[in-house]
Structures are given as structure tokens and as C-alpha cells.
């Protein structure tokens, strides 16, 4: 079994920032797309940030310059920086992993169990 688990949401302020972790942990081969997704109040969940074929990152329009998405390998785990946070960025957050567990290349799709981010003055 594999298990997402996230850490790192929470209340904050107008302009203040948060770090989000998600760390991959059972029994797998390795561990391929890892990105993070957000759903607000009422709204469909999207993809924020992830990371391009190339190894590059990619985000989208409305957290670009603002969010910064890293990856540890050793740890399986990957982090959000979020800074200048603003009252839309007021989300669950959940990270994502495509996984595989053989060397075969036959990938499986994991969630975490979502973080709050709630951004309030």
C-alpha cells in the first residue's frame, strides 16, 4: 500500500506564507509525478504546480511567481512554498504521486488526504 501524507496547512494572513509537505511512503518501486492540486469552496480542484517532462516546474496562472514547487527523491516527498498568499489561494490542498510498483512501467494513482490552506485577515 502507499500512502500520501501532507503536512504544513493552516491559517495565515494576507502576504504571508506557508510551506506544504507530501511525503510518499509504503511499498513501491519509485515514485514518478508528484504535483499539487487545490479545490476551493465550490469550485472544481485544479492543478497548481507540478513538474514538466524535461524536469522543469509548471504552474498555473494564478499562484505563477508566487508558488514554488521542489522535490526531494531520497525522501519521496514533495513540497509547495506558497508566499504572498492571498484570500483565493483559501483551498484543500492535495498532493498527487503516479507511482509505480514494479519496474514494469505500470504507474498507479495516489492522493494525500488534503491539507487547509485558509488565507484571512
Known amino acids: 500500500q502507499v500512502q500520501l501524507v501532507e503536512s504544513g496547512g493552516g491559517l495565515v494572513q494576507p502576504g504571508e506564507s506557508l510551506r506544504l509537505s507530501c511525503a510518499a511512503s509504503?511499498?513501491?518501486?519509485?515514485?514518478?509525478?508528484m504535483d499539487w492540486y487545490r479545490q476551493a469552496p465550490g469550485k472544481e480542484r485544479e492543478l497548481i504546480a507540478g513538474?514538466?517532462?524535461?524536469?522543469?516546474?509548471a504552474y498555473a496562472d494564478s499562484v505563477k511567481g508566487r508558488f514554488t514547487i521542489s522535490r526531494d527523491n531520497a525522501k519521496n516527498t514533495v513540497y509547495l512554498q506558497m508566499n504572498n498568499l492571498k484570500p483565493d489561494d483559501t483551498a484543500v490542498y492535495s498532493c498527487h504521486a503516479e507511482v509505480q510498483k514494479t519496474p514494469f512501467p505500470n504507474f498507479y494513482s495516489y492522493w494525500g488526504q488534503g491539507t487547509q490552506v485558509t488565507v484571512s485577515s
Open positions: 509504503g511499498s513501491f518501486f519509485k515514485v514518478n509525478v
Open positions: 513538474f514538466t517532462s524535461g524536469g522543469g516546474t
